[in-house]
């Protein structure tokens, strides 16, 4: 099935501001960026933050998807 979207708005993973901030935007999905918005030294800290804000949950029906790093 394919969704109209009108918005998808990247949040960087390394800020919890943005991550909280997003819980209250108005936009069709999400996506946690953990990939070029997040600095390399802050890699782990934005994996925890990405982590915990998916499992608290709160994002309503929006869609949430995650932008990982190639393996």
């Not at 949040?11 to 946690?32: T, V, W």
């Not at 994002?59 to 190639?70: D, Q």
Request: charged share 30%; no cysteine.
């Amino acid at each position: 099935m394919i969704r109209p979207r009108r918005s998808l708005l990247f949040m960087p993973g390394s800020n919890a501001r943005a991550l909280e901030k997003a819980r209250l935007l108005h936009a069709d999905g999400l996506i946690l960026d953990l990939e070029d918005a997040v600095a390399p030294d802050a890699k782990e800290l934005a994996r925890n933050q990405v982590a915990a804000a998916i499992a608290a949950r709160g994002f309503g029906k929006r869609e949430v998807l995650v932008r990982i790093n190639s393996l």
